[in-house]
């Protein structure tokens, strides 16, 4: 399988995104800000090519290191990064299952005509997401040490952060 930066080095995925997304200053501002990694992934992904990890042998067109850490970096971007679930063998032995990174078809039409309003949605994913994994977090935290070990640690983080959270930061 060959790697993302084999057929998207920088200079050529950088070139890629600014024509596929021409005066789309949302963004081409994005892609000023990505490093070399995710914005040969981005412009892979952005043509239609599946994205999985290097040293896997599952349905993908292209490979990159670490694709799962290149797939979140795009997504605190607030891109429409999907994925899929792929059964496959281990070097092992074992069945495993890997991931492979794409953005949808439709997706990527409404990222090049309304990208504020796909950024839009994807942030409120993302916040949800991180809602939802915060109140796992207390959940464990409550199981392990009761309510009054949560307040303690919680009156820790409070004096340790002299600043309060803003509206946009508290829990919904």
Known sequence: MQKVTDLYPPEIARHKLENHFTDNIVILDLI??????????????????????????????????????????????????????????ADVGGAVKQAAFFIDSVDLEKLKSEPEKVIKECERNLNSQKRTNAQKEMSRLYKEFGEAGVLTLLRNVVGANDIPPSEEQQAS
């Open 32 to 89: 000023q800000k990505m490093n070399k990694t995710s914005l040969c992934t981005f412009a892979a992904l952005c043509e239609g090519n599946v994205v999985t990890t290097s040293g896997y042998n599952i349905m993908a067109d292209l490979c990159v290191n670490r694709a799962s850490a290149v797939a979140h970096s795009l997504k605190q971007k607030c891109l429409p990064i999907s994925a899929k679930t792929i059964l496959t063998k």
